[in-house]
């Protein structure tokens, strides 16, 4: 789909004031009709009294709105693209790739940062320059200035200190390297945080890691496959390291690992091989009721059937692995763009009767959670599926065009739950679909917790 040149330079402020304040039992509040024709995560930000969403908009254009909570009035704005060479839609508005993700944070100062809409593509990034006001979001399209022309999978988190940090891939499926940035807010500038990658695929591979998770034990733990190629089946060498500080990291045994990080390098926790069932999208990290750190994944068992799996380090260094499930089916994934999901698995909880909860959901075996024991990691129970905190109303498909399905995001805050809901065609490996469904309403709901 093509865009006319006309909207490269547009950038506007809307009017904003959705029809009423969200309440548990009505219709939420409508934000906005946005692109339905694939899903693409959205963002939803409540911090410091405020709310910020960012999404896509029937035209398939960034917009951000936001405002003060609990009732105060929406400001919104659809910043302003750029032309991206080699590509034909600007680049504040997304194609049919379903990784352009969009991601929100607030700096010390309050200040809004967004980045996203990328995959291998020139950094897209924006700051606003008053605190909480996103009217004055500007585009800045670059950090540090340097490896920022193939970026994909940004990301804003924060240190144990509370400073904000980015990481995004420079390359390709493959073949890329993971950059660290840390913000100064004084200066109003990024620079880097670590003077090499974090993980580098050395021109032969990447690294598909998640986002550094802060353990009971004061320290950050990372979690991540190595890809060779941009086939999916690809994956191998399910692989950890853990920091304090995010500039020194370690293997579970603590021993140093310098950076940046390859693959004869890595602490491997399962040494499953190319075409063995490891994915990217199906590895988390958690804890266990001890705070020893539990990976959980997906791969191939030796009949090659799907399963999942729960491994925890040794004190020597070595990782055990216990299968949790007894599926009969195979999840055949292969190839390159956005893959359908057919198993997902969530992330590891402990409970304070010593056992740990597991949800699962697979195509081929229905939902339900892991009961495991928390020395043995053996299998307790098979549970049904945790209660929803979303109501079954919301979960119905609403609208009558075929394909569709709903797509969620929510976020917990003083003794709520914000879930932001829409409805989109499923993925399509990053390709068109035949035909575009109509905008879809994109709702706000407000959901307190039950006391």
């Not at 969200?22 to 009294?49: C, K, M, N, Q, Y």
Request: glycine letters at 10%; proline letters at 9%; hydrophobic letters at 35%.
């Amino acid at each position: 789909m093509h865009f006319p040149r006309l909207f490269l330079s547009l950038f506007f402020t809307l009017a904003a004031s959705p029809p009423g304040r969200a309440a548990t039992g009505d219709d939420g509040l409508l934000i906005d009709r946005v692109w339905s024709g694939h899903p693409v995560p959205f963002a939803l930000l409540v911090e410091r009294g405020y709310q910020f969403i960012a999404y896509y908009d029937a035209e398939r254009r960034i917009v951000v709105t936001g405002r003060r909570l609990p009732d105060g009035p929406w400001s919104r704005i659809r910043p302003e693209g750029r032309p991206v060479p080699g590509r034909d839609h600007p680049s504040n508005a997304v194609g049919w790739d379903s990784h352009n993700s969009l991601q929100l944070a607030l700096d010390r100062d309050g200040c809004l940062h967004l980045s996203g809409n990328l995959h291998a593509d020139p950094l897209v990034y924006y700051r606003t320059r008053v605190p909480f006001d996103v009217t004055t979001l500007e585009r800045l399209d670059r950090m540090t200035g340097e490896r920022e022309a193939k970026a994909t999978y940004p990301n804003f988190f924060k240190d144990a200190a509370g400073d904000l940090l980015f990481r995004y891939r420079d390359g390709g499926s493959g073949n890329g390297s993971d950059y660290y940035n840390i913000y100064d807010p004084k200066a109003r500038s990024w620079r880097r945080f670590l003077n090499t990658p974090l993980h580098d695929g050395e021109g032969e591979r990447n690294a598909y890691a998640i986002s550094p998770l802060l353990g009971p034990d004061g320290r950050f733990h990372l979690l991540w496959v190595w890809r060779e190629t941009p086939d999916a089946a690809t994956n191998h060498s399910l692989s950890y390291a853990r920091s304090r500080d995010l500039i020194h990291w370690e293997s579970s045994a603590g021993q140093p690992i310098a950076l940046p990080i390859t693959l004869t390098k890595s602490e491997v926790v399962d040494a499953a091989k190319p075409g063995g069932g490891l994915v990217n999208m199906v590895r988390e990290l958690g804890f266990d009721p001890k705070g020893r750190p539990l990976a959980v994944y997906h791969r191939y068992d030796a009949k090659g059937n799907s399963q999942a799996f729960v491994a925890r380090p040794r004190p020597n260094g070595s990782w055990a692995s216990h299968q949790l499930s007894d599926w009969n089916f195979r999840w055949a994934f292969s190839g390159g763009g956005a893959i359908p999901s057919e198993v997902s698995l969530g992330r590891p909880v402990p409970q304070a009767d010593g056992t740990v909860l597991i949800d699962y959901s697979a195509k081929g075996a229905g939902s339900g959670r892991f009961q495991l024991d928390g020395e043995t990691l053996a299998v307790l129970a098979k549970l049904p599926p945790a209660p929803s905190i979303i109501p079954a109303a919301l979960r119905q498909v609403r609208s009558p065009a075929p394909g569709l399905s709903v797509q969620f995001l929510t976020r917990h805050r003083d003794g709520r739950t914000w879930v932001l809901r829409w409805e989109s065609q499923g993925r399509n490996r990053d390709k068109p679909h035949p035909t575009i469904p109509p905008p879809a309403e994109l709702r706000l709901y407000e959901i307190p917790d039950r006391n």
